[in-house]
């Protein structure tokens, strides 16, 4: 295999990688610097419901082909190959899932996946909220276990503003829904934006309490798909902290591992906040995640400007497709650097868009 590169958008494209594959089927899936890889994001679509502003273009973007979107069975099959390899949870994420007409089925076809121990892997999701008190019934029967939510402000106009969406209701709605439900912990997100929300951080945390869910707050990264992201603009951890400590008294919670958000109790407890600070506070050391895009490109991080291309494994007519798919994800892990370069000066943004990435 040889490195072509291929558009995406009309932006220089990602490079694909040259690859060898050497396949050792069931193996735990570490990297050079000593990772072992659990996590699973597999971005189901990159269409979406919304418009954020911090996330692509009122018009949206160039879409990927549909003819390149991964099927139900080659999902199935990569997430099986990949939960022998030790990947103990998937994440579903977008664009927005629930826009996939077989959602339910892809949550009950991975969910019925077991691991090397025996023990089903864990599915979760990451949703916009939009459809979910529809489908959240079925999708808790098929097998989805843990749920988040993004919710970036409580007020209409400011939703309408930045989803360039009048959809506010429907969210709050599925929220409501999912804290009627069984689902624990409920997680919900929030971009921090400077100017924007981060006069909401307290009420945002309210809200969740109010759900008997944990409000995150992220902040904003280098992943629009308009390339506009300014640093100067993005409302830091320390800010997030310096805002909500004025409110409660804040404890930070040991022990984080590999999770994304560092968390802190809330005048002791129960109830906590988490921020996930890629930017000011990377976690790059832990991180166990790696990620499917919607046409089949493996990720190695989030911020990865190479992907490994599974497309022509997944729809070739003859070879070995386990063995195949398990090199490519060790060539993947292979491939993956210490972290991201956000903070060095030579950082190249990705070029394709969050939603075409998944969360
Ligand atoms: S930036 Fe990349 S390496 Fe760092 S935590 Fe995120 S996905 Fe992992």
């Known amino acids: 295999m040889s490195a072509i590169p291929v558009s995406i958008g009309r932006r220089m494209p990602e490079?694909?990688?040259?690859?060898?594959?050497?396949?050792?089927?069931g193996a735990p899936l570490i990297d050079t610097h000593g990772r072992v890889h659990r996590d699973l994001r597999i971005s189901l679509t990159d269409r979406c419901s919304l418009r954020c502003t911090y996330c692509m273009p009122e018009q949206g973007n160039e879409w990927l082909a549909k003819t390149s979107i991964l099927t139900l069975d080659e999902i199935e099959l990569i997430a099986r190959t990949a939960a022998a390899d030790g990947i103990t949870t998937f994440r579903l994420t977008g664009g927005e899932p629930l826009l996939r007409t077989d959602i339910v089925e892809i949550v009950r076809r991975l969910a019925a996946i077991k691991g090397p121990d025996g023990r089903p892997v864990q599915i979760a999701m990451t949703t916009n909220g939009i459809r979910?008190?529809?489908?959240?019934?079925?999708?808790?029967?098929?097998?989805?276990?843990?749920?988040?939510?993004?919710?970036?402000?409580?007020?209409r106009d400011r939703f309408h503003e930045l989803t360039r969406r009048d959809r506010l209701d429907d969210v709050l709605d599925g929220i409501a829904a999912a804290a009627a439900s069984d689902l624990r912990p409920l997680k919900l997100n929030a971009v921090a934006m400077r100017d924007v929300n981060d006069d909401e951080?307290?009420?945002?945390?309210?809200?969740?309490?109010?759900?008997?869910?944990?409000?995150?707050f992220i902040e904003q990264m280098p992943l629009d798909a308009g390339h506009t992201w300014d640093r100067s603009r993005m409302v830091t951890q320390d800010e997030i902290l310096g805002t909500l400590g004025r409110r409660w008294e804040l404890t930070p919670v040991a022990g984080r591992g590999g999770a994304p958000a560092a968390q802190w109790l809330l005048d002791g407890g129960p109830h906590a906040v988490g921020v996930i600070a890629s930017v000011t506070a990377p976690f790059c050391g832990d991180c166990d995640r790696l990620r499917l895009t919607a046409d089949g490109q493996l990720r190695n991080c989030l911020f990865s400007t190479t992907e490994y291309d599974l497309l022509p494994i997944m729809r070739a007519t003859a070879g070995e497709r386990e063995r195949e798919i398990d090199g490519m994800l060790r060539a993947c892990v292979r491939g993956k650097l210490p972290g991201h370069a956000i903070n060095d000066p030579a950082f190249l943004q990705p070029a394709r868009g969050m939603n075409a990435i998944g969360g």
């Open 15 to 25: 490079a694909r990688a040259s690859a060898t594959l050497e396949a050792h089927p």
């Open 201 to 216: 951080l307290v009420d945002l945390v309210e809200f969740a309490i109010e759900h008997d869910a944990q409000m995150r």
């Open 132 to 155: 979910l008190r529809e489908v959240l019934p079925v999708l808790v029967d098929a097998g989805l276990g843990r749920l988040n939510i993004s919710i970036d402000t409580l007020r």
